[in-house]
Each structure stands twice: as structure tokens, then as C-alpha cells.
């Protein structure tokens, strides 16, 4: 596995983190457990899909800067010159 497919899978995983986390948010209004209330639940699972919404959003901007910086440095030299 080179570092492009690598980098490529970890980039769909983190493209699915992002609705995942959304969804997370949205769905978390049926929960009403450990004696905490629906409005208690909805602000914990709010900011559980904000993060991994985040965390995704993060993850898919360093793999793309990743491999940017390596067609960069594959690219022939006076290329990307401007």
C-alpha cells in the first residue's frame, strides 16, 4: 500500500466522519437516559458530532495538504513557479 492509497483511504474515512458527526446531533433528541433530560442529551450530542465533525474536517485538510505537497515535489521543476 504506497502512501497515496494511504492517504486516499484515510480521506474517505474522515469524508464520513463529517455527516456522521451531524447526524449524531440530530438524532440525539430521542435520548432520554441516566436521569438526564432530552435538552441535557441534545447538548451532549451536540458537541460529541461537533467534534467529530471537526476532527474529520481536520483530518481530511492534513492528508489533502499532504498529498498536495507531494505532487508538489513530483511535479516537474518550473511548473508550479509563478
Known amino acids: 500500500m504506497t502512501m497515496t492509497d494511504t492517504a486516499e483511504a484515510i480521506h474517505k474515512v474522515a469524508s464520513a466522519a463529517v455527516p456522521t458527526g451531524g447526524a449524531v446531533a440530530v438524532g440525539s433528541g ?10 441535557e442529551w441534545t447538548l451532549v450530542f451536540a458537541g460529541i458530532g461537533a467534534l467529530v465533525a471537526l476532527l474529520g474536517f481536520f483530518v481530511s485538510w492534513y492528508y489533502r495538504h499532504k498529498e498536495y505537497r507531494l505532487a508538489l515535489a513530483k511535479a516537474p521543476p518550473g511548473l508550479m513557479e509563478e
Open 30 to 39: 430521542v435520548v432520554n437516559y441516566f436521569g438526564m433530560s432530552k435538552d
